[in-house]
């Protein structure tokens, strides 16, 4: 059976996530731009194919542990360490939220 895709809402949730993340009192304007970066790059690459969003989040998951792992060995601070995959984790909280790919299992 095929799936009915649902886009309307898909990032909907992402709002009161990047809300929380941007007011928090010790983040950097270069960490929000890294923020911000990341969940612009993700929406679009999510949603040229939304049928492949666990494969993305996975891939992209996986890639900013090593770059926040890479970071941190280089003595960089919390928040921008954090930002890349702060964002990639409320992506994937967004799209959990919004199950874009619930239908017809």
Not at 35 to 52: F, R, V
Request: proline share 3%.
């Amino acid at each position: 059976m095929e799936k009915t895709l649902k886009f309307e809402g898909v990032f909907e949730s992402l709002l009161i996530y990047t809300k929380g993340y941007t007011e928090r009192g010790n983040i950097t304007r270069d960490s929000i731009a890294i923020y911000a970066q990341t969940i612009k790059e993700l929406q679009a690459e999510i949603l040229a194919d939304i049928t492949q969003a666990p494969e993305i989040i996975f891939a992209r998951e996986k890639q900013a542990e090593i770059n926040q792992y890479r970071l941190l060995i280089s003595g960089a601070d919390e928040p921008k360490r954090d930002a890349e995959l702060l964002a990639v984790t409320h992506v994937k909280y967004s799209l959990i939220d919004s199950q874009p790919l619930a239908g017809g299992k």
